[in-house]
């Protein structure tokens, strides 16, 4: 479209719009519903990503220990454990400290209620607590201390070293599997969508070629080109496409700042936080598909209508 077009395609979408204000409403509630949902599932698989990532950084495998475990073996085990590939750290917790974990982890009447029936006994073990430097080995690194010799003689049950081995491995992989399907809805949705949104904006398009047919035939006769013709379309497209759009992105700046509050209000031990980078990328991924689909959705109605 030459710049020289561009005032009079300006004028021509002005009155179009104001002409059939119906169909364009239609047509820019149509895209907006279609971007915002698209937003949400582009943001919301960025949260899902960040808080399995934030669960994954909190597993850890417990090693419960024996009361009467030699101290001398238990230093030389965590030594041991800490020096192996992937182990970040190797902390040890007596019973007091895990006590206190167990009182401080429930609600405080539950916790109250417990430690009073314990009557001033800690039946609660020992442990050596074990961090990764990749969570996603846990299984891997539980066995290896399950098969370890040295863990056997100092370990609660002798029998059974596997049973004294604690780590949330199926949490995080119920997470990741979740998140995996998340993951491929909303690539599936986003398609259908941008899809949908070319349909209605390829319509409305249509529309207004078909009320202007008799106009555009008589601008072909007088020698009006190609591109002066299918300005005013293109304009019309983009513009109910950028309008959907910048709506699409303030809903879902005002939908994110009221909800992602309370939602790390509620559920502080997850983390709900997105980069301002991602978000406005996001925002600019909306608006970039608007675009396209309002220039190759006018680009396609005019393909087949404005043959004369």
């Known amino acids: 479209m030459a710049p020289s077009n561009i005032g009079y395609s300006l004028r ?60 001398s073996a238990v230093d030389a085990f965590q030594a041991k ?16 400290q895990a006590l206190e974990v167990y009182r401080t982890s429930m609600s405080n009447r539950n916790a109250a209620d417990a430690v009073a029936a314990l009557d001033g006994e800690n039946p609660l073990p020992a442990s050596l607590v074990i961090k990764l430097t990749d969570p996603q080995q846990v299984e891997d690194a539980a066995q290896k201390i399950i098969a370890d010799s040295d863990f056997k003689s100092i370990c609660d049950d002798a029998d059974n070293p596997a049973g004294d081995v604690n780590y949330g491995r199926q949490t995080v992989e119920r997470l990741f599997s979740v998140a995996n399907y998340i993951r491929i809805a909303a690539v599936v949705l986003v398609a259908l969508l941008t899809f949908v949104a070319f349909v209605f904006i390829n319509n409305a ?8 047919r008799r106009e555009i035939a008589i601008m072909r006769l007088v020698g009006a ?64 598909i608007g675009v396209v689909i309002g220039l190759f959705g006018s680009a396609m109605a005019m393909r087949r209508y404005l043959k004369v």
């Open 225 to 288: 080109s190609n591109g002066f013709i299918r300005g005013p379309f293109l304009m019309e497209g983009t513009l109910e496409a950028l309008i959907a759009a910048l709506l699409a992105i303030a809903a879902l700046a005002a939908g994110s700042n009221a909800l992602l509050g309370k939602l790390s209000d509620t559920l502080s031990f997850l983390s709900f936080d997105i980069a301002q980078s991602t978000v406005f990328a996001t925002y600019g991924l909306l608006l970039a």
């Open 12 to 71: 021509e979408c002005g009155h179009h719009f104001r002409r059939n204000w119906t169909t364009v409403l239609g047509a820019v509630v149509t895209i907006f519903l279609s971007l915002f949902i698209i937003g949400l599932f582009v943001l919301g698989s960025v949260m899902i990503n960040n808080m399995v990532g934030s669960v994954e950084d909190t597993v850890t495998i417990q090693a419960f220990l024996a009361d009467d475990a030699d101290k």
């Open 81 to 96: 454990v800490q020096g192996w590939d992937n182990v970040e750290s190797v902390t040890y917790k007596d019973k007091d």
């Open 205 to 212: 398009i249509r529309l207004a070629i078909t009320a202007r």
